[in-house]
């Protein structure tokens, strides 16, 4: 069964460095999105992107945020200068269509980062 | 704006008991709502699923009935188990043509079930 797969597991890093996560969606999938779940919290919705653009955005991804599909098959999300509270599990997730959801995203297995 | 509410954790059973967690929704347009469980370390996964009203998703054991009347998404099942030990998180997707889907989420609510 396809899956989406997410590198690195985990990642430690200092507070203002740069960090990217990658992701890859299913192949054949059209939107790709980021949630986060800082720990003991809910998952949140992060952003979107179709057709090689960000579809819609929450008011957390502000400008230290940014996405990418360099490639065709990553899909990365940027924190430029990462702040304590970036701390968090950051999950991909991918779908194959437009419409109502009808069938689940598809969700990676995260990245725990951890901002010291 | 949408929204979803889930009971507060933890809840802590014994093996076998009867398992309610309550969720109910508030949304816009005609949303399609769903369970997602984490278990210990691992990321999320879809538990079950309902597209349109009375539309009953079940799997591995687990049901909920979409109730547009009551606005609810309740997780019930009959029969836990120590396997059952989990977040579950409550979800919906609100389309309206055009929208991206994003799923918003419950606050999660931790099983715990005990031998």
């Known amino acids: 069964e396809p899956e989406v797969t997410q590198t690195p597991s985990h990642q430690v890093t200092q507070m203002g460095q740069e960090v990217i996560l990658r992701c890859v969606p299913i192949?054949?999938?059209?939107?790709f999105y980021w949630y986060r779940q800082i720990l003991g919290q809910k998952v949140e919705f992060l952003v979107s992107?179709?057709?090689?653009?960000?579809?819609?955005k929450s008011e957390i991804f502000d400008d230290q945020f940014s996405v990418e599909r360099p490639d065709g098959s990553n899909f990365t999300l940027k924190i430029r200068s990462t702040k304590l509270e970036d701390s968090a599990m950051y999950f991909c997730?991918?779908?194959?269509?437009?419409?109502?959801?009808?069938?689940?995203?598809?969700f990676g297995p995260g990245t725990r980062l951890l901002v010291l | 704006g949408n929204s979803v509410t889930q009971m507060e954790g933890p809840v802590t059973l014994s093996e076998e008991a009867f398992l309610t967690i309550n969720c109910t929704y508030t949304?816009?347009?005609?949303?399609?709502l769903f369970w997602y469980v984490q278990y210990p370390g691992e990321g999320l996964q879809l538990l079950l699923k309902?597209?349109?009203?009375?539309d009953k998703g079940s799997n591995k054991g687990f049901e909920a009935t979409y109730r547009k009347e009551t606005t609810s998404f309740h997780l019930e099942k009959g029969s836990v188990q120590v396997s059952d030990s989990a977040v579950y998180f409550c979800?919906?997707?609100?389309?309206?043509?055009?929208?991206?889907?994003?799923?918003?989420f419950g606050t999660g609510t931790l099983l715990a079930v005990q031998p």
């Open positions: 949304a816009t347009g005609y949303p399609s």
């Open positions: 979800a919906l997707s609100d389309w309206i043509g055009g929208a991206t889907n994003k799923l918003i």
């Open positions: 997730a991918s779908y194959p269509d437009s419409g109502p959801l009808q069938e689940t995203q598809y």
């Open positions: 992107f179709y057709n090689n653009e960000i579809s819609e």
């Open positions: 192949s054949n999938h059209l939107y």
């Open positions: 309902a597209t349109k009203a009375d």
